[in-house]
């Protein structure tokens, strides 16, 4: 309980104290949160829904506010995910849960609440899915938890919560032409580590932000977690307004840190300095520059692959779909090579069709898949051999994430992924 | 309330999907999980693990996906209890909230080798090397875990504060 005097707030404990009906809320202090959003998915709701039912309640806390997406191990992977499936669909029915998005329905459940507008600048939520973090690019406190987590949040429409220190970073510049949002955020894990934000959150400022585009920001903070934060959040500006309007389904409430609010660590990031950027196994902070790998592929020869992953709730949508076909278009992906393209979301899917996208993709030698997680977490969809390497746009990269234990991957923005597709090693895109 | 076993020892980051990779995430049963539980890294180490054994871990253990398969696989497994460095935050609440005992400790988590036989007093935070005869001290738990561990997990402290069994 804080007894202490209002102090300047980061933009995390400002939404954090508004949720949990205090005026201040300090780093360190444990609250307890009312929730406007609660979601899990087919791998992690079945767990959750076991525990609820442990509770008796007959009712969820609130069903307009729950979010259930089948997107792991579908379609259907197999019989025991078809089951998992079933669960979730079935506690969907029985509580009237209107965010339930079935198959030709659903999307990336990351990709896809922010397209349905179901999270707004503001709110508190809480994901059974750790890069639930993906939502601070809308300004509102987002972040991952377990089942139990969220049957009790289904159950209460509360979590408790741990206040968190921030470190702020201030961008500067903008993104030279061949350089996105993920090679921001594997510059920042490869600078920090993976534990370099454990505990705390990651609040992006500056002048910078501006250019970023809002699919940047969900990259971006996207891959908080794997920094080992709590959550990574966006001001407000001028760009998020306009993704909101016509989209939004409530209201957004719009909180600013303080300009005296104190950070655990300030860290400055000039965007127009920022290279192409690759994880090596097996961690995501085992970065390197496209100017190092080049460098080593002089001294040591290339890095061949053999699979490419363009797609995941990490770097699926529109934009990365254009970005990727600029490289794929009138060429051919190197032979040998499988080129794998997850559209994250059925409108994603559409809008890439209607503008050509899926033809060139498909004229090049690549597939493409309907929406799912598939081979990002080696459910299905495009699952490594031993000694096979891949370059994948998802967001993590340990030891057997995408199939058996001696396959390497490395994670890359799309333009690095396409690139590579078409050379059949670790390519740069400035040179495609 | 202790407990007292083998000591299995990891390193740094240990990420949920080498504690149970995701092919085996069609099932959340302790009891199968318990059968993959470390299987990328140490495929001994299911086979091995017994009943009251201690996982030691380097910093950040846990990291990565917040499946809550990956406590239960530990737990399924027969580990009384994970001492680590630094946890990473998702693993960190599920452990709580399943009632898998974690404490944190860098001086236990260094020292503390592969083999050894330790005993840990969750009420006092002593950690007790029997095999080298050396003795930890961690952190007493925040209160508010305190509680959530003292109610049985997260649920069942629901339940009791609504006055059910």
């Known amino acids: 309980m804080s007894t202490q005097a209002k102090q300047p707030m980061t933009m995390t404990q400002k939404i954090l104290a508004a949720h949990a009906g205090k005026d201040f809320v300090a780093p360190g202090e444990f609250i307890q949160a009312k929730l406007d959003l609660v979601l899990g998915n087919d791998i992690t709701a079945p767990p959750a829904i076991k525990e609820f039912t442990k509770l008796g309640q007959p009712a969820v806390f609130d069903n307009k506010r729950i979010a259930l997406v089948p997107d792991h191990f579908t379609p259907n992977k197999d019989i025991q995910s078809a089951e998992q499936c079933r669960q979730m669909r079935v506690f969907a029915h029985d509580q009237s849960i209107e965010n339930y998005f079935e198959i030709g329905e659903m999307g990336i459940e990351h990709a896809l609440l922010p397209e349905k507008g179901l999270v707004v600048p503001g709110d508190v939520v809480i994901g059974a899915d750790s890069h639930t973090c993906t939502y601070g690019a809308l300004g509102a406190f987002s972040t991952g938890i377990g089942s139990t987590d969220m049957a009790a949040g289904m159950a209460t429409g509360l979590c408790w919560f741990r206040v968190p220190e921030a470190i702020q970073f201030v961008l500067k510049g903008k993104l030279s032409e061949h350089v996105s949002g993920k090679d921001v955020i594997l510059h920042i894990i490869g600078k920090i580590g993976v534990d370099g934000a454990r505990y705390q959150s990651m609040e992006f400022v500056g002048e910078g932000v501006a250019s970023l585009t809002m699919d940047d920001r969900f990259t971006i903070a996207n891959m908080a977690i794997e920094a080992g934060a709590k959550n990574g959040i966006f001001p407000v500006d001028e760009r998020t307004k306009a993704y909101l309007e016509n989209r939004g389904k409530r209201p957004s409430v719009i909180f600013e840190a303080d300009q005296d609010a104190v950070y655990a660590q300030v860290i400055e990031i000039d965007l127009a300095a920022i290279r192409p950027t690759v994880s090596f196994p097996h961690s995501p902070d085992n970065t390197r520059t496209i100017d190092e790998i080049e460098r080593m592929e002089q001294e040591k020869g290339a890095i061949t692959i053999d699979q490419v992953v363009i797609g995941s709730c990490t770097n699926g949508r529109l934009d990365d779909l254009r970005i990727a076909a600029r490289y794929l278009k009138g060429k051919k992906v190197a032979k040998g090579v499988r080129v794998i393209i997850f559209p994250a979301t059925q409108k994603i899917y559409l809008d890439a069709l209607r503008e050509g996208l899926i033809e060139i993709f498909i004229e090049a030698g690549a597939i493409v898949s309907t929406p799912t997680c598939g081979p990002c977490l080696g459910g299905h969809m495009g699952i490594l051999a031993k000694g096979e390497r891949a370059v994948a746009t998802t967001n993590r990269n340990f030891i057997g994430r995408m199939g058996h234990t001696e396959s390497e991957i490395y994670l890359a923005s799309p333009a690095v992924a396409a690139a590579s597709a078409v050379a059949g090693k670790i390519a740069n895109p400035e040179r495609a | ?165």
């Open chain 2, 1 to 165: 309330m202790s407990t007292s076993g083998r000591a299995f020892k990891f390193g740094d980051n240990i990420d949920t999907d080498v504690i149970i990779p995701a092919r085996y995430l069609s099932t959340a049963d302790p009891e199968i999980l318990a059968k993959y539980c470390m299987i990328d890294i140490d495929d001994t180490f299911a086979g091995k693990v017994q009943k009251g054994d201690i996982m030691i871990g380097g910093r950040n253990f846990g990291c990565g996906s917040s499946r809550e398969h990956a406590p239960i696989a530990i737990k399924g497994a027969g580990v009384s209890c994970v001492i680590a460095e630094t946890f990473a935050r998702i693993f960190y609440r599920n452990a709580f909230n399943i009632g898998l005992p974690i404490i944190e400790c860098a001086e236990a988590a260094r020292k503390i080798a592969d083999g050894d036989e330790i005993r840990v007093d969750f009420e006092s935070g002593k950690i007790e090397n029997i095999t080298k005869g050396e003795t930890y001290q961690a952190q007493p738990l925040p209160p508010f875990m305190r509680d959530i561990i003292d109610g049985g997990g997260l649920i069942a402290s629901i339940k009791k504060s609504r006055g059910e069994a």
